[in-house]
């Protein structure tokens, strides 16, 4: 297309700084080189490449957004653009990134101890532990105030009892940041993998998300010392901001998906021949990539500019409610509609398209489902709270 780039159909890399772009170009490389040959593979066969971990975090990749302690300091512009990245080449990639560095690495940056931030960041920046996030059980979801996860102190050990469920990296996981009721309120704990009474058990036979690992984690009178509670906060605050940052990735990873999604689209339409033409040539399948083409440069767009307010420190929850509501519900629907493009070819792991469509309609559940990121904006638009 002359002058303009269908990937990029706003141009909207004019408004990138030269860092930006080059940090992107870091992150587009290691995918196509290290992510796209593998990844139907692991897809297939159900696991994620727990070894490439510490490649990742050369790249300094784990808690990019976060400063010091090995951390890379980067914009929240930066740390959209390689979610971006990463999602494009697989959603199991972008939520092993995101997990380690928001929802675990950010709680301990935030609230946690000198001590628990000089022992745990510097080594989970660099890959070299692995964090997972605890929040949902198997009967609290969407609710999850109504935990019922507890830890008491026991002279100087916290006992923790109960089960999380559904918690990508557990099983692989050298630390867990687990959320539980005490008689002060929601508290955060490390937990690491070798406490008594703590054990995983891998969830299988997913359908979506397949190159991640997920995992329940269970709690049998787990002991862990005194001093590895978060001391820095108290209720819902700790889970909902961590889940905060992970969310605002979404916004930016889910178009990374519809975008490999729309690409697989136009290539297969200009190539693929039928009734003598190329399919791209019948107006229906141009309709298709046109309105695949307004909704990934909105996304874009809409990423680009929460990016920027995030960056100025003026975002709000509600509008990253917004991002992530609009954006993963489109990618999904792009994603669909490239299926329809791709025929039957659509169905295989030999194309991209169907393993970006499973792996988002986990995106559209986890971190806030749809219908609650409605709520959030329900409320924000009335003043009239329609969860209970
Ligand atoms: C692959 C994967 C990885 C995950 N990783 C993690 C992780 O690392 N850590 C973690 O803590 N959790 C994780 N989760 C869990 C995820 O956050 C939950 O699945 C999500 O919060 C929804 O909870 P639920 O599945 O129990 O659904 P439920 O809350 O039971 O909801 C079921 C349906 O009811 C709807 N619903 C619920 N309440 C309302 C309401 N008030 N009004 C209207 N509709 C409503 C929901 O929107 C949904 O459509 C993961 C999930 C998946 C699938």
Redesign the pocket.
Known sequence: MAGLDPSDFLGLDALLSDEELALRDTVRRFVRDRVLPGIADWFERAEFPVDMAKEVGALGLFGMHLTGYGCAGASAVQYGLACMELEAGDSGFRSFVS?QGS?AMFPIWKYGSEEQKSEWLPKMAGGEAIG?????EPDV??DPASMRTTARLDGDEWVLNGT?A???NGGIADLAIVWARTDDGVRGFIVPKESPGFTTRDIERKL??RASV?SELAFDDCRVPAENVLPGVTGMRGPLSSLNEARYGIVWGSMGAARACFEAALEYATTREQFGKPIGSFQLTQRKLADMSVELSKGQLLALHLGRLKDEDRVRPEQISLGKLNNVREALAIAREARTVLGANGITLEYPVVRHMNNLE?VL?????S??HQ?VLGKALTGLDA?G
């Open positions: 997990v929802l997972c996030f605890g929040l949902t979801g969407s999380k559904w918690i990508t979506s998300l997920t986990s559940t986890y971190e806030g489902t219908e609650i709520l969860f």
